[in-house]
């Protein structure tokens, strides 16, 4: 899988999953953070897209348990919110690459992906 995308909203699942679906990429979808890390250890994806709230754990919970599956150390992760900025600030920890606010724009979702995506990274290690 290209993206693992980490979201309990099944709304924002489908329409963050089927756009980048369009742009050809792979996209595995887990509505918790214990799924996601099942599905990154069967195929390690080269960028992960994290909510900030789950069910389980809160953002930066899930990228430090991502980050201890195999080739998930050096992945790209991007957080995503409907959170004030000000209460972004609090969540969004430097291991994020990059911040997606909610409603996400797609043109903004996009670029972002494409700049921080390299198929070859989780690949390589994973």
């Known amino acids: 899988m290209d993206i693992m995308l980490v979201d309990d909203n099944p709304l924002m699942q489908q329409l963050v999953a089927r756009f980048l679906g369009d742009l050809g990429y792979s996209v595995g979808i887990a509505g918790r953070a214990d799924e996601a890390v099942v599905l990154a250890r069967r195929d390690a994806p080269a960028l992960f897209m994290i909510d ?17 599956v195999p080739g998930g150390a050096t992945t790209p992760a991007i957080a995503m919110s409907g959170l004030s900025e000000s209460e972004a600030v609090r969540f969004v920890t ?8 909610k409603p996400i724009d797609l043109d903004v979702l996009e670029a972002t992906v494409a700049r921080h995506f390299n198929p070859g990274l989780a690949r ?3």
């Open 94 to 101: 430097p291991d994020f690459v990059a911040y997606l606010p």
């Open 52 to 68: 900030i709230h789950l069910p389980d754990l809160d953002g930066p919970e899930a990228l430090l348990a991502l980050r201890n």
């Open 124 to 126: 390589s290690v994973g």
